[in-house]
């Protein structure tokens, strides 16, 4: 069963950046569609962007053009690069395989206005 591990959150000012990380085990995961979310206190999870197999990425109406999903498969690795940010992007992030269901433990970002 693929688990998945994320990192990089914490906090941050508005306008900076930060790179979150998502670890995954198992031996298919570059054929895996992955996404990640995030979920702010009080509101509903929401998907921030996705990646195919192949590379094909989607972004949420929120976060097109500040942020920018990769993988690397050698490293059974999900990234999300997040520029810009803003105090409404605070949320705890989470990685999820489209293909298995899993949702890693989630990864605490907060902006500071």
């Known amino acids: 069963q693929v688990q998945l591990v994320e990192s990089g959150g914490g906090l941050v000012q508005a306008g900076g950046s930060l790179r979150l990380s998502c670890a995954a085990s198992?031996?298919?995961?570059?054929?895996?569609?992955m996404g990640w979310y995030r979920q702010a206190p009080g509101k509903q999870r929401e998907l921030v962007a996705t990646?195919?197999?192949?590379?094909?990425?989607t972004y949420g109406s929120g976060v097109k053009g500040r942020f920018t999903i990769s993988r690397d498969n050698a490293k059974n690795a999900v990234y999300l690069q997040m520029n810009s940010l803003k105090p409404e992007d605070t949320a705890v992030y989470y990685c999820?395989?489209?293909?298995?269901?899993?949702w890693g433990q989630g990864t605490q970002v907060t902006v500071s206005s």
């Open positions: 999820h395989d489209w293909n298995t269901g899993n």
């Open positions: 198992g031996s298919i995961f570059s054929i895996h569609r």
């Open positions: 990646i195919s197999s192949t590379g094909t990425t």
